[in-house]
């Protein structure tokens, strides 16, 4: 069946960096713009990053901005999230979440299980 | 602070209807289409409805949403101890050139 699975996540030192990972399967990867989301302990939602089907356009949001970068690999059907300069206030689950169609601006259909990142001295 | 905006909180009791707002601006709701997704409690969030109105495979026809102009609902129809969950909007954000969150809604069946 279709699913995403995040590994990746642990206990970090602020300044530090840290790789998550993301294993898709039951779909064409390829096919699909991928996002991660994260979720700060007891807060809500907040978009990190997306990347288009062939990785050739990749954006972010501005707290993460110089920091994160997103790739992916297509023949590995796996998307990445690496994550330089921790900060305490990236502390989070991180989520990723496959495009309902493929673009970058559509519904999240699939969402993973969530890797939590804790960024702490 | 979220850009879209919803109420923190509401209630309902079993068969009772309850909506749930969403407040966006002409850059993102007023522009694009509109998201909802279920969150309960220890788990992912669930894709509840895309596209303003359309329902992914699976999800009861008791959840309905609707979109004017800037803003959003989210209705539940005969509420259900199980919906009781965290409900957030979402809409793709062009001055920002990525999708924004409302801060959630915390749906308790009373």
């Known amino acids: 069946q279709v699913q995403l699975v995040e590994s990746g996540g642990g206990v970090v030192q602020p300044g530090r960096s840290l790789r998550l990972s993301c294993a898709a399967s039951?779909?064409?990867?390829?096919?699909?713009?991928m996002h991660w989301v994260r979720q700060a302990p007891g807060k809500g939602l907040e978009w990190v990053a997306f990347?288009?089907?062939?990785?050739?356009?990749?954006f972010y949001a501005d707290s993460v901005k110089g920091r994160f970068t997103i790739s992916r690999d297509n023949s590995k059907t796996t998307l990445y999230l690496q994550m330089d300069s921790l900060r305490a206030e990236d502390t989070a689950v991180y989520y990723c979440?496959?495009?309902?169609?493929?673009?970058?601006?559509?519904?999240?259909?699939?969402w993973g299980q969530g890797t939590m990142v804790t960024v702490s001295s | 602070q979220s850009v879209l905006t919803q109420p923190p909180s509401a209630s309902g009791t079993p068969g009772q209807r309850v909506t749930i707002s969403c407040s966006g601006s002409?850059?993102?709701?007023?522009?694009?289409?509109v998201n909802w997704y279920q969150q309960l409690p220890g788990t992912a969030p669930k894709l509840l409805i895309y596209?303003?109105?359309q329902r992914p495979s699976g999800v009861p026809d008791r959840f309905s949403g609707s979109k004017s102009g800037t803003s959003a609902s989210l209705a539940i129809s005969g509420l259900q101890s199980e919906d009781e969950a965290d409900y957030y909007c979402?809409?793709?954000?062009?001055?920002?050139?990525?999708?924004?969150f409302g801060g959630g809604t915390k749906l308790t069946v009373l």
């Open positions: 039951g779909f064409t990867f390829s096919s699909y713009a």
């Open positions: 979440a496959k495009t309902f169609a493929g673009s970058p601006n559509d519904a999240f259909d699939i």
């Open positions: 990347i288009t089907y062939v990785g050739s356009n990749k």
């Open positions: 596209s303003n109105n």
């Open positions: 979402a809409a793709w954000d062009d001055s920002l050139n990525g999708p924004v």
């Open positions: 002409s850059s993102n709701i007023g522009s694009d289409t």
